[in-house]
């Protein structure tokens, strides 16, 4: 049973245009989420998180927003820059319960169009 | 420079010939896991150490070994390997493996058994 989805293997934006990724969950129980940025020939790099606490998060460019009743999280990119194109993970786990893991996504690979 | 180390990059090997990947990390973090990624199916936890000696299976822990005999290492063990095993090999650490500290992610082991 897939806990964490990312339904679009892939999604291409213009450069300069807002990219929005996006991420459901199954497990009511999970209260922080994490998008990861993966890039070719490198392992991923945390980009930013959210708990069940916030609807939102923002960090620069990069903005999540969860929406705990929809079991949804999506991550907006404003503007898109050409350095954006990679395999972006949602990630989700347990806050507080150590024996929990993280459990991701399959991904979603971001294309940005010139 | 922080970082987690995986060694070799690169392995091609033969069905039931023992291999070890390598990891260190220099940050002194409390939390290590291996994750194996493969196509349509995300990042996938093999095993998981919280602290020196102590480790606990992931979600796909059949047929890999790990020891986590002092804070910086956390080798995965191939007894026998299989082409099952066939994938691409991540290595992480985080200060506490709770919440609030997302991974570090190494290089990655591309693995091919024949």
């Known amino acids: 049973d897939q806990q964490v989805k990312q339904n679009s293997p892939s999604l291409s934006v213009q450069e300069g245009r807002i990219s929005i990724l996006n991420c459901d969950y199954t497990?009511?129980?999970?209260?922080?989420f994490l998008w990861y940025k993966k890039y070719p020939a490198e392992g991923p790099t945390f980009l930013i998180s959210?708990?069940?606490?916030?609807d939102k998060n923002e960090d620069g460019r990069f903005t999540v927003f969860l929406n705990k009743s929809a079991k949804h999280l999506s991550l907006h990119i404003v503007p898109s820059q050409p350095g954006d194109s990679a395999v972006y993970f949602c990630?989700?786990?347990?806050?507080?319960?150590?024996?929990?893991?993280?459990?991701f996504g399959k991904g979603t690979r971001l294309h940005i169009l010139p | 420079e922080a970082q987690v180390t995986q060694n070799p990059r690169y392995l091609i090997t033969v069905t039931g010939k023992k291999l070890t990947v390598t990891c260190s990390q220099n940050?002194?973090?409390?939390?290590m896991s291996w994750y194996r990624q493969d196509p349509g199916l995300g990042l996938r936890q093999i095993y998981y150490?919280?602290?020196?000696?102590?480790?606990d299976k992931g979600d796909v822990p059949e047929g890999y070994k790990v020891s986590r005999k002092e804070k910086r290492n956390f080798p995965l063990i191939l007894e026998s390997p299989s082409p099952n095993q066939t994938s691409l090999y991540f290595c992480?650490?985080?200060?506490?493996?709770?919440?609030?500290?997302?991974?570090?992610f190494g290089n990655g082991t591309r693995l091919t058994v024949t």
């Open positions: 992480a650490s985080s200060p506490t493996g709770t919440e609030n500290s997302p991974l570090h």
């Open positions: 497990n009511s129980m999970f209260d922080y």
């Open positions: 959210i708990s069940s606490i916030k």
């Open positions: 990630a989700a786990s347990r806050w507080g319960n150590r024996d929990d893991k993280i459990i």
């Open positions: 940050m002194n973090h409390e939390y």
């Open positions: 150490s919280m602290n020196v000696e102590v480790t």
